[in-house]
């Protein structure tokens, strides 16, 4: 099993409610991530979990909140999210975070839409 | 910190070659990757160079990396319609912890 599974694939919320993303490997990887990528742009970097430990929050929003509740499972939790925050949210996973080639598999991602 | 940059568009017919260019300023760069994005989706991963060589070839694709100048493309010989996508190019850094840097990335058409 060499890939990476996100749930929903399409999620429509206001800007009152508290939804969660799911992302999931059966791959053996301990490092996870969470990626944010608007229209016509790259992704963007949000946390990355190495071991289940948050390792790095590039200074988001403490209305998104990451989760790893296992090496195969990354959640990331929403509430009173704004509308600039609709996006395409992607995951992916490596073996590891250190040493040397460590492909990052991403993936499908989670449309987000905040109305 | 890395910044990558990549030309927004490109245009070719089927059949003939496509060329998409890619900058980096990080000369520490380790690992220097191409990912495919079709509408919708996620990112795929087509193909990665390390820094130490200057060529790798991959059926229809090329990489051809110049460290000195900082640049790295990706040739796609024999582009077909199923390649329109849009490509970007990717950077780890040796103090980086394998996060990726992204390029602004290029949407290449293909013109049957």
């Known amino acids: 099993d060499t890939e990476v599974t996100q749930t929903p694939k399409h999620l429509v919320m206001g800007m009152t409610n508290k939804k969660s993303l799911k992302c999931e490997q059966h791959?053996?990887?301990?490092?996870m991530y969470w990626y944010k990528q608007k229209a016509k742009k790259p992704p963007e970097l949000m946390f990355v979990?190495?071991?289940?430990?948050?390792?790095i929050n590039e200074s988001v929003p403490s209305r998104f909140s990451p989760e790893c509740p296992n090496s195969s499972l990354l959640n990331l939790h929403l509430h009173a999210l704004q509308p600039e925050d609709s996006a395409l949210y992607l995951c992916?996973?490596?073996?590891?975070?250190?040493?040397?080639?460590?492909?990052?598999?991403f993936g499908p991602g989670t449309r987000l839409t905040v109305l | 910190g890395e910044d990558v940059e990549q030309s927004l568009f490109l245009s070719v017919r089927e059949g003939d070659s496509s060329v998409i260019n890619c900058t980096y300023t990080?000369?520490?760069?380790?690992?220097l990757y191409w990912y495919k994005q079709e509408p919708g989706a996620g990112l795929q991963l087509l193909t990665y160079i390390f820094s130490n060589m200057d060529m790798k070839q991959d059926q229809r694709l090329t990489v051809l990396l110049n460290k000195k100048d900082k640049h790295l493309s990706l040739r796609i010989a024999d582009t077909q319609t199923g390649d329109s996508a849009i490509y970007f190019c990717a950077a780890t850094t040796q103090t980086g912890a394998n996060n990726l840097f992204f390029g602004t990335g290029t949407r290449l058409t293909v013109i049957p």
């Open positions: 990080d000369s520490s760069s380790t690992y």
């Open positions: 992916a996973s490596s073996l590891t975070r250190q040493g040397s080639y460590n492909e990052q598999f």
């Open positions: 791959m053996g990887h301990r490092a």
């Open positions: 979990y190495s071991y289940e430990k948050l390792s």
